[in-house]
């Protein structure tokens, strides 16, 4: 028989409680225990993201180079690339872009990785812990906020983004943290801390701004508990701290929107709410593939509490308007989400657009469960924490990545036209390609549930040609044959970028980077990035020093290229020459070097060497982009490296 469960104090926002801290631990370790941190900044959202973070340290500017790594971002006023997506996880990773070559030059190149994660993880926490905070404030016991902990984190589909660079953990944080705030400052006896916590809602919701624009329609109805019934003065003055929290980041916002895009969302020009309302309404909550219920099925309990608050007679006025709050939060989320054109999110684990709002729902399901008896708490939890197993035994960022290796499907004329120009691609017989993650939400046999673990099971281990040839069965082949994987020979020669073995532990890339080719590099990848930018925009000078930053971590050739093209386009002949120089044999042979040593020799009026030294860049390019210009007359060559490589 369960014993009696001690009830937090009602008026105070702090809850000393040993239990919640002993949840929050649990959870903590069993995330840095969980998530593999090799393969963060595989996927162009979460590039984007973190190459802007790298941009604002390195040259104190927000523009990308478009490449493999950054697809499909905004463009800025000028015609520079830069990031679709808020500037809020962008400015959370400055301290780890700032750390990064430091750590890099001391253990190694990429080995920095984890620290991006670390965003992720403490958003996960963050979010978790406000959730517990909302349970308790809408009168749970502490064994309600401790389950709320579990069903935030660990047990549902948001505790898997802590091992990926996206943003919703943060919208998540921010979204719990506004009701939290909210709660905790109608609660407050005493004024000055009342107003205090006031101006954090404002403030939480401003960050909401920050981190994703349409969240300040989920954001804001979080904040109804400041209308409780008082004195006109007393709700006067908490609208109006609320306000002053809310201003300052909403001027940051205003700021760089206007700063990137010279337009309000104008991050989103060519996207729009394409998709059908109810198809989207049933895929979002009862189907596999995307059903929120499939993934956190304790949302059902947190509809019912939220709808049994909304109604009770007895319900106190500020827990009706918070239990009211949630629910015009979630569906404007769900309406938003399943009239987006992508409302599958594309990748990541779940719905990855109703993710954020998993606290929310987590703290009204706890306060269903807290009354039940210690099995059925213990049944909720450990559910919600197996349906969400799949992503740690398969990285989503494999998946996605692997699904878009395979062949593209034809879509018709009309289903492109309710899709972005962008995402489509026109054959010159008419036909219209479109990548498989835009199709194979809507393919049941493809549903996460089934996906994941066929590639985990897949990518378990043996030689190369044995993981290649699980691979070339995936479980969505009968329903779309067209949608075929690489085949054997492919696929084998990268076979450990493409399907490496299953790995837990965040950290251990601190110290096995340089040894694990597995690894994503993702700061050098934003070096590398940035050097690009700077010489397509042609600013050499700043392009050397990003390059020397490169060089300094890590020997590799394209960054010697990049120096080299650098020193040239600056007219300085000498300094280049000694450059080269000052190489190896091998590395001067890399194709990036070649080229640009070729180009060098152009300038100087060598023709006869330019042309050897373009032949050696021929032989060792593996994309036989460069052999046509060993063909050539040095005159007829591009004018810069970054034309004559096709970057």
Same mark, same amino acid.
């Given at each position: 028989?369960?014993?009696?469960?001690?009830?937090?104090?009602?008026?105070s926002?702090?809850?000393? /409680?040993?239990?919640?801290?002993?949840?929050?631990?649990?959870?903590t370790?069993?995330?840095l225990?969980?998530?593999d941190?090799?393969?963060?900044g595989r996927?162009?959202?979460e590039c984007?993201?973190?190459?802007?973070?790298v941009?604002?340290?390195?040259?104190?500017?927000l523009?990308?180079?478009?490449?493999m790594?950054? $697809?499909?971002p905004a463009?800025?006023?000028?015609g520079?690339?830069v990031?679709?997506?808020?500037?809020?996880?962008?400015?959370?990773?400055?301290?780890?872009?700032?750390?990064?070559?430091?750590?890099e030059?001391?253990?190694?190149?990429?080995?920095?990785?984890?620290?991006?994660l670390?965003?992720?993880?403490?958003?996960?926490?963050?979010?978790g812990?406000?959730s517990?905070?909302?349970?308790?404030?809408?009168?749970?016991?502490?064994?309600g906020?401790?389950?709320? +902990?579990?069903?935030?984190?660990i047990?549902?589909?948001l505790?898997?983004?802590?091992?990926?660079?996206?943003?919703?953990?943060?919208?998540?944080?921010c979204?719990?943290?506004?009701?939290?705030c909210?709660?905790?400052?109608?609660r407050?006896?005493d004024?000055?801390?009342?107003?205090?916590?006031?101006a954090?809602?404002?403030?939480m919701?401003?960050?909401?701004?920050?981190?994703?624009?349409?969240?300040?329609?989920?954001?804001?109805?979080?904040?109804?508990p400041?209308?409780?019934?008082?004195s006109?003065?007393t709700?006067?003055?908490?609208?109006? &701290?609320?306000a002053a929290?809310?201003?300052p980041l909403a001027?940051?916002?205003?700021?760089?929107?206007?700063?990137?895009f010279?337009?309000?969302?104008?991050?989103?020009?060519?996207e729009?709410f394409?998709?059908?309302?109810?198809d989207?309404? +049933?895929?979002?909550?009862?189907?596999?593939d995307?059903?929120?219920?499939f993934?956190?099925?304790? &949302?059902?309990?947190?509809?019912?509490?939220?709808?049994?608050?909304?109604?009770g007679?007895?319900?106190?006025?500020?827990?009706?308007?918070?239990?009211?709050?949630?629910?015009?939060?979630?569906?404007?989320?769900?309406?938003?989400s399943?009239?987006?054109?992508?409302?599958?999110?594309?990748?990541?684990?779940?719905?990855?657009?109703?993710?954020p709002?998993?606290?929310?729902?987590?703290?009204?399901?706890?306060?269903?469960?807290e009354?039940?008896p210690?099995?059925?708490?213990?049944?909720?939890v450990?559910?919600?924490a197996?349906?969400?197993l799949?992503?740690l035994?398969?990285?989503?960022?494999l998946?996605?990545?692997?699904? /878009?290796?395979?062949?593209?499907?034809?879509?018709?004329? *009309?289903?492109?036209?309710?899709?972005?120009?962008?995402?489509?691609?026109?054959?010159?017989? $008419?036909?219209?390609?479109?990548?498989?993650?835009?199709v194979?939400?809507?393919?049941?046999?493809a549903?996460?549930q089934?996906?994941?673990?066929?590639f985990?099971?897949?990518?378990?281990g043996?030689?190369?040609?044995e993981?290649?040839?699980?691979?070339?069965?995936p479980?969505?082949?009968?329903?779309r044959p067209?949608?075929?994987?690489?085949?054997?020979?492919?696929?084998?020669?990268d076979?450990g970028?493409v399907?490496?073995?299953?790995?837990?532990?965040?950290?251990?890339?601190?110290?096995?980077?340089?040894?694990?080719?597995?690894?994503?590099?993702v700061y050098?990848?934003?070096?590398? /990035?940035?050097?690009?930018?700077?010489?397509? *925009?042609?600013?050499?000078?700043?392009?050397?020093e990003?390059?020397?930053?490169?060089r300094?971590?890590?020997?590799? $050739?394209?960054?010697?290229a990049f120096t080299?093209?650098?020193?040239?386009m600056?007219?300085?002949?000498?300094?280049a020459?000694?450059?080269?120089?000052?190489?190896?044999?091998a590395?001067?042979?890399?194709?990036?070097?070649a080229?640009?040593?070729?180009?060098l020799?152009?300038?100087?009026?060598?023709?006869?060497?330019?042309?050897?030294?373009?032949a050696?860049?021929?032989?060792g390019?593996?994309?036989?982009?460069?052999?046509?210009?060993?063909?050539?007359?040095?005159?007829?060559?591009?004018?810069t490296?970054?034309?004559?490589?096709?970057?």
């Open positions: 028989m369960a014993g009696k469960r001690k009830r937090a104090p009602a008026g926002p702090r809850v000393p /409680n040993r239990l919640l801290r002993i949840s929050l631990l649990v959870c370790v069993t995330l225990l969980t998530l941190d090799r393969h963060a996927i162009s959202d984007q993201m973190v190459y802007t973070a941009a604002m340290t390195e040259t104190r500017s523009g990308l180079s478009l490449d790594t950054v $697809g499909d463009t800025d006023r000028r520079e690339p990031s679709r997506y808020g500037m809020a996880s962008s400015f959370l990773q400055l301290p780890a872009a700032l750390l990064a070559p430091g750590v030059r001391r253990l190694g190149p990429g080995t920095s990785g984890p620290l991006f670390l965003v992720p993880i403490l958003c996960v926490l963050a979010a812990w406000a517990s905070r909302v349970a308790t404030l809408l009168g749970g016991t502490l064994t906020a401790s389950l709320a +902990v579990f069903l935030s984190t047990a549902s589909p505790g898997s983004y802590g091992s990926m660079l996206f943003s919703e953990p943060l919208q998540a944080a979204l719990a943290g506004v009701l939290a909210s709660l905790a400052a109608v407050e006896d004024t000055r801390r009342s107003l205090a916590l006031a954090a809602t404002g403030a919701i401003g960050a909401a701004l920050l981190a994703k624009t349409v969240l300040l329609l989920f954001a804001a109805p979080l904040a109804l400041l209308l409780r019934p008082a006109r003065r709700v006067s003055k908490r609208l109006a &701290a609320g929290g809310f201003v001027a940051v916002w205003l700021h760089f929107e206007l700063r990137r010279g337009a309000l969302v104008g991050g989103y020009a060519e729009r394409s998709h059908g309302l109810l989207g309404l +049933v895929r979002l909550t009862v189907f596999p995307c059903g929120l219920l993934f956190f099925p304790v &949302a059902i309990l947190a509809w019912w509490t939220i709808a049994r608050l909304v109604r007679r007895e319900t106190a006025a500020g827990i009706r308007l918070a239990a009211a709050g949630a629910a015009l939060s979630f569906s404007a989320m769900l309406v938003t399943a009239l987006w054109w992508c409302w599958h999110g594309a990748a990541g684990w779940g719905p990855r657009l109703l993710v709002s998993v606290p929310v729902l987590a703290a009204f399901a706890a306060l269903w469960l009354k039940r210690g099995a059925v708490r213990a049944g909720a450990a559910l919600c197996l349906l969400n799949p992503p035994l398969a990285h989503p960022a998946v996605a990545v692997f699904t /878009n290796t395979c062949a593209n499907p034809t879509i018709s004329a *009309r289903e492109a036209a309710a899709l972005p120009a962008s995402t489509t691609m026109q054959l010159p017989d $008419g036909t219209i390609k479109i990548l498989p993650s835009f194979l939400p809507y393919v049941p046999s549903a996460p089934v996906v994941y673990p066929w985990a099971w897949a990518s378990r043996g030689t190369p040609a993981v290649a040839t699980r691979l070339q069965t479980p969505w082949l009968r329903e067209a949608i075929t994987p690489p085949d054997v020979a492919t696929l084998q020669g076979i970028r399907a490496p073995r299953f790995r837990w532990g965040w950290g251990r890339t601190l110290l096995a980077g340089p040894s694990d080719p597995v690894v994503t590099p050098l990848n934003a070096l590398r /990035n940035q050097a690009v930018r700077l010489l397509k *925009r042609s600013r050499p000078e700043e392009a050397l990003v390059s020397g930053t490169l300094a971590i890590t020997r590799s $050739g394209d960054a010697d080299l093209e650098s020193l040239r600056s007219s300085r002949f000498e300094t020459a000694d450059f080269v120089r000052s190489l190896g044999g590395a001067r042979s890399w194709p990036s070097t080229a640009a040593t070729a180009l020799l152009r300038d100087s009026g060598r023709e006869s060497d330019a042309r050897a030294a373009m050696v860049a021929a032989a390019d593996r994309s036989r982009r460069l052999a046509r210009f060993a063909r050539l007359e040095p005159a007829r060559w591009p004018a490296l970054m034309a004559l490589l096709g970057w």
